[in-house]
């Protein structure tokens, strides 16, 4: 009996077990299908990220998935930063046990699913920083549990919700660097325990809710880069939890309250800038007493400054420029407080009608200062010899003021100068040699002021120096030779002084020299030679000197000259015949002693681009002109007879080489039409055949609509071809440009046999005529949905008000693609392909943001060949490629080769993480430097201050989890090993250069480090 009875007790037992092991068989199968559907959706995954979603072991011990212990049901999903690409699957809503979905830093696109708001236990939810469109999905208001919702970073679009009382239990939503547009809704105030709020760089109009100061425990609010106009509720000044609170670039009004300082106890940053703010200064920001930063740039907010801010110990960034502060005759005296603040780095104060002495305690403010702006004021006095005490200081901007004294001798002991502005002063005395201690100065400005004496030699021994101003003083003497030691200088500006002497000849040693002034000085003798070897030039002013002689035929060398003035001189001889080939914006050389014919053709056939007036013995020209005609010259008048023979001889045999020379010019342009045609460069089935009225219809007539941009040989169209199907971007040759025929070839010839995923696929082109009978040349390319790196770095003003950004991980994925891009060109096409002009413009990106290098009009095969379109490419002269952008060694003369290219992709790479271009005058001007430099000097402990502050602040708006969010240091690190590719790419000497290939390798390291994700 007792052994029946144990039998029914273990046989029970094994039902039960069987049964609940059926069961959550059942339910595993729900989740395991749902899995298998996400993996299909992906269609590529470089990481392996997905390499275990196999048969092979159970699904809860996949990469990225998390099971509850008891029902081996998915709970978590955390697959970020992974680089995969592809569409989120609806079946996600299947995995109805799921409390947390990390997919941020990835490559999804397409609309997020509705059937995520199936997930009803969901607490975590971090989308951000894909390529996610539509609108926000309605039904995850069916989500009551979540407390996190993380979205940034996308190009989602539409109004925000409007259900926020649907997630009570919601702490952290971040909506930030997307396309949202109408207002914010009211009802977001319904969430008792919002900490995080980040709706910034959107579009959203209209004004800020009051109802947002319901949020008592609200610890960072971000509203910046919008279009929000009306008044900044008061309301929100009393959430004493606020820590960060940015409003910044928007079209706010109203006033901060007067005891703001006080009511927000915690806040450590405040930014404000660039509204219409207005009021006073409060006294109260003294009791903000854990402050930070303070931005309120640009506003309307008024003085007098307060002279307690020295009771703000922590104070870094205080920034008051741009606003009407000065009232009374000695608005400078709180910089007399400032002195406590002995973590200040960053002093704005321009343009602020500032009124006042220099205050002599201006020395002693703290020694970690590293950039002082002051200029656009009315500030009088000295500069005082302890400024030595600033050892730190990096830029220093007292400009556009009314200082007076002299430049005192201890400005060089400023080591870490790297820009100095003391324009528009009545500063006198001599420039003193100390200056040449500055071993790191990449620009001095200095012009408009009373400066007399000569040029120290020693200042000529900063070979860092790339920005020299100093026109307008009563500087003379000869220029010294010296002046060749500038190597790097790329604007050099002396005129309205009183220099004598000649141009020294040295001066052909600037070779990346892009602006020359030496106008209105006294400079004699003949224009130098050596001139014509800086190729760079688009700049030059020479008028009012007594340069005499010809114009040096040496300057046939300056193809990318804009402007040109040897106005008011002593210049004789012809007007050399190579200008008529030059695309200047004007020429001027008039007042001159210039004789002989002008010319009508190219630049001289326009008016308005070139003068020639007070030249008294010049004839010919375009009837504008109103000149002379020039005299026929004819052979003496003394008649002769000739014997018959003679005759026949002198007419027949001039005959018989006309006629052989018209049959070679003929034979020429048959067999000139037939390589233009590109039916012979582009055959095969692959390149279908499109005439002129097709892409007229695929373009809507070229119409304005469609216009995407100009490149340097034409227009490109967005166009639609007949089949309604295929989107296309179609280059439209200028064929007038010189060059543009030869682009259009080089195109053709190095398309036609390469394929790779970054490079940017040619469809076909065409050769043809216009209606009116016009050469008509167009390439049709692959459309890029996503435009160019250019677009994204440097917005234009249209997308200002929603500030596009590229992520970090989404800049590293872009240089990556086009280092592979560049390796197959140099080692794994048919031939090594020099590219010779990769820049920003030039790398376009598709809908999953993977980058295409285009344009490939300079690009040249490098293999000799008897071809003849490569042999035109190899033939041809001048600069190939775009100013900032060139390796130094083609401004010598030196061979192109694809270590050019790699001098090219490494200031690419430094561009897109710093976020500056390799010619933007801030670099320059404000004391950066440029980027090679500039970088190798911030390496390795200061890589985030030159980081583009874009991707620097990205972890606050990207939607991460907190304990998912890059740590600093995780940034830094990463940033620093890219910035480190970037200079050994750009080393100025092409043997110092690494390999393309050797850069991929080092990226893809750098690409590991930054997916190391915090524990």
């Not at 990318?560 to 008011?568: E, G, I, M, Q, R």
Request: proline share 4%; charged share 20%.
């Amino acid at each position: 009996m007792t052994f029946s009875f144990l039998q029914f007790i273990i046989l029970s037992i094994l039902i039960l077990k069987t049964s609940t092991q059926v069961h959550a068989f059942r339910n595993n199968v729900t989740d395991h299908q749902a899995l298998l559907s996400f993996k299909a959706s992906i269609k590529d995954d470089p990481l392996g990220a997905l390499d275990s979603w196999n048969n092979s072991i159970h699904f809860c011990h996949w990469n990225g998935v998390t099971c509850s212990a008891r029902r081996e049901r998915v709970v978590s999903l955390n697959l970020s930063s992974q680089h995969l690409v592809g569409s989120l699957s609806p079946h996600i809503g299947n995995l109805s046990f799921i409390r947390l979905m990390d997919i941020h830093e990835n490559e999804f696109h397409g609309l997020i699913p509705d059937e995520i708001g199936r997930l009803f236990r969901l607490q975590h939810l971090a989308l951000g920083n894909n390529s996610f469109r539509g609108e926000f999905p309605a039904n995850l208001s069916h989500c009551v549990n979540i407390l996190r919702i993380g979205m940034s970073g996308n190009n989602l679009q539409g109004k925000l919700p409007v259900g926020f009382s649907s997630w009570p239990k919601l702490n952290e939503i971040r909506l930030g660097n997307n396309h949202f547009t109408g207002s914010i809704p009211p009802s977001i105030g319904n969430i008792t325990n919002l900490r995080y709020l980040g709706l910034g760089r959107n579009n959203l109009a209209g004004s800020i809710p009051s109802e947002i100061a319901h949020h008592t425990k609200l610890e960072i609010l971000i509203l910046q880069g919008n279009r929000l106009s009306g008044m900044v509720p008061v309301k929100l000044f009393n959430i004493s939890s606020l820590r960060v609170f940015s409003l910044a670039n928007n079209d706010l009004q109203g006033t901060l309250p007067p005891d703001w300082g006080s009511i927000l106890p915690n806040l450590e940053s405040f930014y404000a800038g660039v509204n219409r703010i207005s009021g006073q200064l409060s006294p109260s920001i003294a009791n903000a007493s854990s402050l930070v930063n303070f931005d309120v740039l640009g506003n309307s907010i008024t003085g007098p400054i307060q002279n307690n801010f020295g009771l703000l110990p922590n104070l870094q960034l205080l920034s008051l420029g741009q606003n009407p502060l000065g009232d009374n005759l000695d608005d400078l005296s709180f910089i007399n407080s400032l002195v406590n603040c002995t973590r200040l780095w960053i002093l704005t104060l321009h343009e602020s009608n500032l009124r006042g002495e220099l205050p002599s305690s201006i020395v002693n403010l703290s020694q970690t200062l590293e950039e002082l702006y002051m200029y656009g004021n009315h500030i009088y006095g000295r500069v005082p010899p302890e400024i030595r005490n600033l050892e730190n200081m990096i830029v220093l901007e007292l400009d556009d003021n009314r200082l007076t004294g002299s430049i005192p001798e201890s400005i060089g002991e400023l080591s870490q100068l790297n820009g100095m502005d003391l324009s528009g002063n009545n500063i006198s005395g001599v420039i003193p040699t100390s200056i040449g201690n500055l071993t790191q100065l990449i620009g001095l400005a200095v012009y408009d002021n009373m400066l007399e004496g000569s040029i120290p030699t020693r200042l000529f021994n900063i070979s860092t120096m790339e920005n020299v101003a100093l026109a307008n003083n009563r500087l003379g003497g000869e220029i010294p030779e010296q002046i060749g030691f500038w190597s790097r200088c790329l604007s050099l500006d002396l005129s309205q002084n009183l220099f004598t002497g000649v141009l020294p000849s040295r001066v052909g040693r600037l070779k990346q020299l892009v602006q020359l002034d030496v106008s209105y000085n006294k400079l004699t003798g003949g224009i130098p030679v050596t001139l014509g070897e800086c190729v760079m030039l688009e700049e030059l002013y020479m008028e009012a000197n007594l340069f005499q002689g010809k114009i040096p035929s040496s300057f046939k060398a300056l193809k990318n000259l804009a402007v040109l003035d040897l106005s008011t001189n002593n210049l004789s001889g012809d007007i050399p015949r190579f200008f008529d080939n030059f695309h200047m914006i004007f020429l001027n050389l008039s007042h001159n002693k210039l004789g002989g014919e002008v010319s009508r053709k190219g630049l001289f056939s326009n008016a308005s681009a070139f003068s020639v007036v007070g030249n008294l013995e010049l004839c010919g020209g375009i009837q504008a002109l109103q000149f002379p005609a020039c005299p026929v010259k004819v052979l003496g008048s003394r008649k002769k007879t000739f014997p018959l023979r003679m005759i026949l001889l002198i007419v027949l045999v001039p005959l018989g080489v006309l006629l052989a020379c018209l049959a070679f010019i003929c034979l020429r342009r048959r067999n000139s039409k037939k390589l233009d045609d590109p039916a012979l460069v582009l055959r095969g089935d692959q390149f279908p055949k499109l005439s002129y009225q097709d892409l007229r219809l695929a373009t809507n007539e070229f119409s304005v609509d469609n216009f995407l941009g100009q490149g340097r040989y034409g227009s490109v169209y967005k166009g639609v071809l007949e089949s309604g199907e295929d989107i296309v971007a179609v280059k439209v040759l200028n064929i007038e440009v010189r060059g543009a025929n030869k682009s259009f070839l080089a195109e053709c010839e190095t398309l036609r046999n390469i394929r790779h995923r970054n490079l940017l696929k040619i469809i076909t082109a065409c050769s043809s005529t216009d209606f009116k009978g016009n050469d008509f040349k167009a390439l049709v390319f692959e459309f890029m949905t996503n435009g160019s790196v250019d677009d994204w770095l440097h917005p234009t003003p249209s997308y200002q008000g929603n500030e596009r950004n590229l992520n970090l991980l989404r800049r590293l994925s872009i240089v990556i693609d086009v280092a592979l891009g560049v390796d197959y060109l140099h080692h794994h096409s048919h031939a090594s392909i020099i590219h010779s002009d990769l820049k920003p413009s030039n790398i376009l990106l598709d809908e999953d943001f993977i980058a295409h290098i285009g344009d490939f009009g300079l690009a040249r095969i490098s293999f000799a060949t008897t071809n003849e379109i490569n042999q035109t490419q190899m033939s041809s002269t001048g600069i190939r490629g775009t100013i900032g952008y060139v390796p130094p060694e083609y401004g010598m003369g030196g061979e192109i080769s694809i270590k050019g290219d790699v001098y090219s992709y490494g200031i690419l790479l430094l561009e897109i993480f710093s976020g500056k271009r390799p010619t933007e005058r801030s670099i320059f001007i404000d004391g950066d430097s440029n980027l090679h430099d500039y970088v190798r000097r911030a390496l390795p402990h200061s890589v985030m201050d030159i980081a583009d502050p874009r991707i620097v602040l990205e972890p606050e708006e990207n939607g991460l989890t907190l304990n998912q969010s890059y740590s600093r240091s995780v940034m830094e690190v990463c940033l620093a090993s890219i910035f480190e590719v970037g200079i050994l790419c750009s080393a100025e000497e092409p043997q110092k250069r690494i390999d393309i290939s050797v850069a991929i390798k080092l990226l893809h390291a750098a690409r590991d480090k930054l997916l190391q994700r915090r524990p």
